[in-house]
């Protein structure tokens, strides 16, 4: 059994797809931290009351939640370059945009629910205490939303670990296309698929385990101490 693993896994493979796997930690951080700045953004856009402001952000958050992923990165990195003046970008960074404006979409929606979620007399009383509109968001709402949204966030940066495979499609070097690449030279498909599905499998762990820390850290306050 080892000889025959050690066969399949030289140490030329493991680099390739040791690689591979930095490369979707990567494009899976990136698009998280710009998914979740447009989610941002996207979520306070469409609870404003002004419609040229809140329709462009509810435009945006519908497309890409209801238009596959796949079809998106084609979008982005084979339809973008034929509009004018649209320089084609390198595989990864098309990766990573896709990624981050369907991620972006998703943690809207996540956001606004738990922004609605805090009542609203809490920034009342924070506005009566002499705090700006800005201020009492930055203090007192945006830190009781981010303890109710921290679960669902988690739960879709976890499943953005496993979206991220459909990158290979647009030659994006991640695990994925490692380890077709391998199964090109040694035609032992089942053998390598459970190697890089172990993989995922370590990579969404570690993401739940990060999660959950986060989770604890913003329930602390909130627990009783005896």
């Known amino acids: 059994m080892i000889e025959y693993l050690t066969g399949i896994f030289t140490p030329g493979a493991i680099n390739s797809l040791l690689d591979g796997t930095l490369v979707t930690i990567y494009v899976t951080v990136l698009s998280g931290v ?10 306070l856009g469409r609870m404003a009351p002004t419609r040229l402001i809140s329709w462009p952000a509810g ?28 320089e084609p970008m390198p595989a990864f960074w098309a990766g990573v945009v896709g990624l981050s404006l369907y991620a972006g ?19 009342e009383a ?26 669902a966030l988690g739960n879709q940066f976890i499943s953005l670990i496993k979206d991220s495979t459909l990158v290979s499609v647009i030659t994006v070097s991640d695990l994925l ?12 498909p089942m053998t390598v698929y459970l190697a890089i599905a172990f993989v995922y499998l370590i990579l969404s ?5 990060g999660v959950a820390a986060i989770e604890r850290r913003y329930n602390r306050p909130y627990q009783n101490t005896k």
């Open 34 to 43: 710009f998914g979740l700045l447009l989610g941002l953004i996207s979520a």
């Open 126 to 151: 924070a506005e009566t205490l002499g705090l700006k509109t800005i201020q009492a968001y930055r203090f007192v709402v945006i830190p009781q939303a981010t303890r109710i949204a921290v679960p």
């Open 59 to 86: 435009a945006y958050i519908e497309f890409f939640r209801g238009t596959p992923l796949l079809v998106q990165l084609f979008i982005v990195y084979f339809g973008l370059p034929q509009l004018p003046f649209v």
């Open 105 to 123: 979409a998703y943690f809207s929606e996540i956001i606004r629910g738990a922004l609605n979620a805090v009542p609203h007399g809490q920034l």
């Open 177 to 188: 296309l490692a380890g077709r690449n391998l199964i090109s030279r040694t035609f032992e």
């Open 205 to 209: 762990n570690a993401a739940a385990l």
